[in-house]
């Protein structure tokens, strides 16, 4: 599917947008959509409307690849690729994440165990620069320091207004496998284990310390029967209760959006009466974010733990842990936090893995652990106390942090964390005068 009409079309857009950055200073995104965690702090600067850069312009499955603009949210992006046979390498658990906004970002799911972490399916991008251009990187060619620099700088670099990314042929169903096992070290070795092996996804869960679910899928051709978690059945208990199960590929990839992964729980959704009531379709990620940003507006949670006595502080996390070190994160992560389920996610290494500098990670098999709840305790504690005792603990096994959520560090730790020399040479670059801010300001002092 490539059409000459869509990549003219996006031309357009793409000049119309230049003359508007050209009256801008500072400026951001206007777009309607965000998967951020953390809140920020008003600031004047004009916002670009971007929001009409939500087009798929191409899939070329024969040639193992997708051409798509940056606004372009992964259900979209995936329903374009499914029609023609293929999907992205990666794709993001939730489907309002964009494509842009998981290049800017970090974007993780089942097949990372082989394809690495989203920005390393990708081929080419145009960025607009807060220098007011719009550049096509590589990574062979003059621009290949903001092609592998654009990963981990959530758009203070510039804006993905066109993303080529590797597909991957697909086939009608998804067969899963789910192995329990009672300790950590049993966990990780099956884990790293099946990554060695052929199957298409791994990925798996942390129920409690002695209940861990490996689930390793493989494409089929055919099935004799077919699940369904897209409304009354709720997929993460389907890891307790059965060992094998089969999935449309299309519901196999969207299987943790429906609940948010567990966390639709906390807005009622898992109540049978509440779950009929909310409908087929609005349970999703999309519904479970506006709640949780209008209460966050409100207040509502804040203020019933305060009439009850209870101190609370949000942990919404992932991190990647080298594996030899995922045994002893997890015995921290249930000693000292207690969010409970946890989501494990093996990352493999790729050649290009090295080679971004804001997200860098070292060679071998890496883990990712998503926890995503409230921590509450009786006794008061400092802002932060929680998320900081995560991030100290990930720097001292080695590993790294997203940044889409809270943030504690101090000014030089994060820079030689994330590439603070790199960041400083890439911004003299493609944003000289700071019009798209700064990584620090944004993802820690939330400017």
Request: glycine share 8%; hydrophobic share 40%; aromatic share 12%.
């Amino acid at each position: 599917m490539v059409t000459e009409a869509a990549y003219a079309e996006h031309e357009r857009r793409c000049q119309a947008l230049r003359a508007a950055l050209a009256q801008a200073g500072r400026f951001g995104l206007g777009k309607p959509t965000s998967n951020l965690f953390r809140d920020r702090e008003a600031t004047i600067k004009r916002r670009l409307d971007v929001r009409e850069f939500d087009h798929v312009l191409a899939v070329n499955g024969s040639a193992g690849w997708v051409d798509a603009e940056g606004m372009v949210p992964y259900d979209v992006l995936t329903d374009a690729c499914l029609a023609q046979g293929v999907m992205p390498a990666v794709v993001p658990q939730l489907k309002s994440i964009t494509l842009g906004g998981a290049v800017a970002g970090v974007g993780i799911e089942a097949t990372s165990f082989r394809y690495g972490l989203v920005h390393e399916t990708v081929l080419e991008v145009d960025v607009l620069t807060g220098a007011g251009e719009i550049v096509n990187a590589r990574p062979d060619n003059e621009h290949a320091d903001l092609f592998h620099g654009l990963a981990n700088s959530y758009g203070t670099l510039g804006y993905a207004l066109r993303v080529r990314a590797a597909t991957l042929p697909v086939k009608h169903y998804v067969a899963v496998e789910h192995r329990r096992f009672g300790g950590a070290d049993a966990f990780f070795a099956a884990l790293a284990q099946a990554c060695a092996g052929d199957a298409d996804f791994v990925d798996g869960v942390v129920f409690d310390a002695g209940t861990m679910v490996l689930s390793t899928a493989r494409f089929v051709d055919e099935a004799s029967y077919v699940s369904d978690y897209t409304f009354e059945r709720i997929y993460y208990r389907s890891l307790l209760e059965r060992e094998l199960d089969v999935l449309t590929v299309h519901d196999y990839l969207w299987r943790w959006d429906t609940d948010w992964f567990w966390c639709s729980k906390n807005l009622g959704a898992q109540r049978p009466w509440l779950r009929r009531l909310y409908g087929r379709s609005r349970l999703n990620s999309r519904t479970y974010t506006k709640l949780m940003r209008l209460n966050s507006r409100l207040g509502l949670t804040r203020a019933l733990d305060r009439l009850s006595g209870w101190h609370r502080e949000s942990v919404i996390q992932d991190v990647d842990l080298p594996i030899e070190h995922a045994g002893e994160f997890l015995a921290f992560l249930l000693r000292e936090i207690g969010i409970l389920p946890v989501w494990i996610c093996p990352i493999g290494a790729t050649p290009l893995a090295a080679r971004f500098p804001l997200f860098p990670r070292r060679e071998g098999l890496y883990v990712n652990f998503g926890f995503w709840d409230v921590v509450r305790r009786r006794e008061a504690h400092p802002p932060g106390h929680f998320n900081r005792l995560v991030e100290s603990e990930v720097a001292r096994l080695h590993g790294i942090k997203s940044l889409y959520s809270d943030s504690y560090y101090a000014a030089d730790e994060f820079w030689a964390t994330y590439g603070g020399d790199a960041y400083r040479r890439l911004k003299a670059r493609y944003d000289p005068q700071g019009r798209l801010g700064d990584l620090y300001a944004k993802c820690v002092l939330r400017q």
